[in-house]
């Protein structure tokens, strides 16, 4: 998607699909997405990348943490398609 896109809409719908979700439960940005109607193949790397990082802003502000310590000292790909532990509290 090469269009300015709004972001908000999208990360409301993210975050209604985290907050169903289980502390110790996990997922990717990627899934969510799709779980939320949206077909992540709509979306560009960039944006896809602007996703994953409002995604984890508003986790945090709604006292949720996407773990993906699981990564740590690891070089791997994208973080929006990388296994996320939610942990909440």
């Known amino acids: 998607m090469s269009k300015k896109f709004d972001l908000q809409p999208i990360i409301d719908s993210l975050m ?3 907050l169903k ?12 997405l799709v779980k939320a109607g949206y077909p992540k193949d709509q979306y560009d790397t960039i944006e ?4 994953h990082g409002a995604l984890c802003e508003a ?5 949720i943490t996407l773990d993906l310590s699981a990564y740590d000292d690891k ?8 296994e996320f532990v939610v942990r909440k509290g």
């Open 16 to 18: 209604t699909e985290l």
């Open 21 to 32: 979700m289980k502390d110790g439960e996990s997922s990717t940005t990627c899934r969510l």
């Open 48 to 51: 896809l990348l602007q996703i």
């Open 59 to 63: 986790a945090q502000k709604n006292g």
């Open 75 to 82: 070089i791997v790909g994208f973080p929006f398609v990388m």
